[in-house]
């Protein structure tokens, strides 16, 4: 074994040994968990998370900031991840009332086009 590896165990035994505060260990793990959970598994979202989920650039996301579902925390917006779900589904389903409503006229326009000619 190296004399360095043999530092690192050393050092790393010495660190086990030493007693940590408890109120050091619980901000250690809530970092930890912080670290781990992925953006689009958080409640609280910030805008900056909200563009990256929806693939949107600053300027595109500043198109719809007033339509979301946000609100003001300490000076900054948040948005809730549930909220946000629920106003994509909305939007969802307004595009496809429009698809359809599209559809729809087109066939109707054919439709009437053939019965004049």
Request: charged letters at 30%.
């Amino acid at each position: 074994m190296s004399e360095t590896m043999r530092d690192w165990q050393d050092a790393l035994r010495r660190l086990l040994d030493s007693p940590v505060a408890a109120d050091v260990v619980q901000r250690v793990r809530e970092r930890l968990l912080t670290a781990t959970v992925m953006p689009d598994e958080r409640e609280m979202l910030t805008l900056d998370e909200v563009a990256e989920l929806l693939r949107l650039d600053e300027q595109q996301l500043d198109l719809v900031l007033d339509e979301l579902p946000a609100f003001e925390l300490a000076g900054v917006v948040r948005v809730r991840r549930a909220r946000l779900n629920e106003w994509i589904e909305q939007r969802e389903r307004q595009y496809i009332a429009q698809c359809l409503q599209s559809q729809a006229a087109r066939v109707l326009k054919i439709g009437l086009s053939k019965g004049v000619a």
